[in-house]
């Protein structure tokens, strides 16, 4: 068993910390609201909290970063005491959707220490990280993502090595433009079909029965259909996907209109307050314009 530090504890870190622990691994956490770190630990068993991420990542096999964005995951695993502190014959993982720049600045700078870096993002919610069926896309060395696998496996149904650091940024990009893109047509349908005539819950029962049936589709049926449904991905995170997507098509001179105009809509959901609420509430969002 390894002894095993999260980074983060928001939904996802928690649930990842919590599968960690009862696969038997040691667990450390850290969290920038220690309040939140601290509950966290009452409910696990064995679990410690640290006080800040040097002591968090000190004398760990692998340290698994599930912060907000890249620019908070740069800040905490680049800091100079925690640099100092990291394993070199462990590895760090960073399960974020950071984005490609900052997978590039932590594998460099953290290479040049000696520390082995995997960028591991993820295809999943907390439902899957409690069902042990993520699939993580790994960019990195084959040993290093070796040495991660044993405790991703506490969580993930399948890691996938899909090429060099960096590279599972970029291929987690690729599938959630299909899943904002998807996010976005599915909200456009219901309210076609709404505006036909047609229930929410009728249309959403054929759409989720017809060639479009996503996984997508089945799992968000209860956000589209009932606004009280927990978050499980707010559409500032899904703005801030869309905005890594964009850099990344520019960077590679692709070309992504779909995604694009996806965007649109997502930015003014958002400049309209929706922010907070889950990305289903896109449809909401839409169907207020369409009867404006």
């Known amino acids: 068993m390894a002894e095993v530090t999260v980074l983060g504890t928001g939904r996802m870190g928690s ?3 919590r599968r960690v622990a009862g696969a038997g691994h040691g667990l450390t956490v850290w969290n920038r609201s220690a309040a939140a770190a601290r509950a966290l630990a009452a409910s696990v068993p064995g679990a410690r909290v640290a006080s800040d991420p040097a002591e968090a990542v000190h004398g760990r ?28 014959d ?11 720049a900052a997978a590039h600045e932590l594998g460099g700078a953290l290479a040049a220490a000696g520390v082995p870096f995997v960028d591991a993002p993820v295809s999943g919610s907390v439902p899957a990280v409690d069902a042990g ?7 990195g060395e084959p040993a290093a993502i070796a040495t991660a696998e044993a405790v991703l496996a506490a969580f993930a149904r399948r890691v996938v090595r899909v090429g060099d650091v960096a590279s599972g940024q970029a291929m987690k990009l690729a599938v959630n433009l299909v899943v904002h893109d998807l996010n976005a047509a599915l909200s456009e349908a219901l309210i076609l079909a709404e505006h036909a005539g047609i229930t929410r819950e009728n249309a959403y029962d054929v759409l989720a029965d017809s060639v479009v049936a996503a996984p997508y589709v089945g799992y968000k049926r209860a956000a589209f259909l009932d606004p009280a ?17 964009a850099e990344l098509a520019a960077a590679l001179e692709v070309t ?16 309209a307050g929706h922010g907070p609420e ?13 009867l404006s």
Do not use: N
Not at 62 to 76: E, F, I, K, P, Q
Not at 90 to 100: E, H, P, R
């Open 256 to 271: 992504t209109a779909v995604t694009t105009a996806a965007g649109e809509v997502v930015d003014a959901a958002c400049q």
């Open 133 to 139: 069926t993520l699939l993580v896309m790994a960019g």
């Open 15 to 17: 649930a990842m910390a």
């Open 61 to 88: 096999d692998v340290v698994l970063s599930v912060l907000a964005d890249g620019a908070a995951t740069c800040a905490v695993l680049l800091d100079t005491e925690v640099v100092a502190a990291l394993p070199r």
């Open 278 to 290: 889950d990305m289903a509430a896109l449809s909401r969002f839409r169907q207020l314009g369409a």
């Open 90 to 100: 462990g590895v760090v993982c960073d399960l974020a959707t950071s984005g490609v």
């Open 229 to 245: 449904t927990p978050v499980a991905m707010s559409l500032d995170l899904v703005r801030k996907d869309l905005r890594l997507i």
